[in-house]
T-cell receptor, first 111, second 116 residues
Framework: ELKVEQNPLFLSMQEGKNYTIYCNYS?????LYWYRQDPGKSLESLFV?????AVKQEGRLMASLDTKARLSTLHITAAVHDLSATYFC???????????FGEGTQLTVNP | DTAVSQTPKYLVTQMGNDKSIKCEQN?????MYWYKQDSKKFLKIMFS???????INETVPNRFSPKSPDKAHLNLHINSLELGDSAVYFC???????????????FGPGTRLTVL
């Protein structure tokens, strides 16, 4: 059974600081997705990573994928309050359409 | 021009009742899903349909029955509601998972179900 674990689950940081969220998964896959969820809202797709070494950046967020280590990272640069949200990674196995989600990382950026 | 829409947004009901949640997508996608998000925000897939055919059916009580009248719609009917059914239910859609090289899913706004 595929397991997806995120670390940390809760992250409180100050504006202007950098931090990284980690996503580990247990089974071979080269397709990883990052989503953002604001409180009471839907999930918004942030990044789709489709190969080993893939790196994507959007604003202050950068996601990377290391399929050999079964690890993806979401790096936050110079955090701002607007980035406060819950971030989920999700993995799908080549053979199916099922997305398995991590537990989510609740990020709070304090002024 | 909402991509994935759900109705209702909120649903408050008594134990034992039967209720339905509707989902529609206008993205031209072939695959649709239902997820349950519990109070700890954990997301778990319940069902998936590809071109109106059921392809994923997780271990979900048979009180839950999905129905896909066409590939743009996937409804969820719940019989004999229980307290533990209280959660947020999300509908999602993606391109045909057989033909597409990846499975980026687009989510609806969610339906918050509260069973009293």
């Amino acid at each position: 059974e595929l397991k997806v674990e995120q670390n940390p689950l809760f992250l409180s940081m100050q504006e202007g600081k950098n931090y990284t969220i980690y996503c580990n998964y247990s089974t071979t896959s080269d397709r990883l997705y990052w989503y953002r969820q604001d409180p009471g809202k839907s999930l918004e797709s942030l990044f789709v990573l489709l190969s080993n070494g893939a790196v994507k950046q959007e604003g202050r967020l950068m996601a990377s994928l290391d399929t050999k280590a079964r690890l993806s990272t979401l790096h936050i640069t110079a955090a701002v309050h607007d980035l406060s949200a819950t971030y989920f990674c999700a993995v799908d196995i080549l053979s199916g359409s099922r997305l398995t989600f991590g537990e989510g990382t609740q990020l709070t950026v304090n002024p | 021009d909402t991509a994935v829409s759900q109705t209702p947004k909120y649903l408050v009901t008594q134990m034992g009742n039967d209720k339905s949640i509707k989902c529609e997508q206008n993205l031209g996608h072939d695959t649709m899903y239902w997820y349950k998000q519990d109070s700890k925000k954990f997301l778990k897939i319940m069902f998936s349909y590809n071109n109106k055919e059921l392809i994923i059916n997780e271990t979900v009580p048979n009180r839950f029955s999905p129905k896909s009248p066409d590939k743009a719609h996937l409804n969820l009917h719940i019989n004999s509601l229980e307290l533990g059914d209280s959660a947020v239910y999300f509908c999602a859609s993606s391109q045909d998972v057989v033909l597409s090289s990846y499975n980026e899913q687009f989510f609806g706004p969610g339906t918050r179900l509260t069973v009293l």
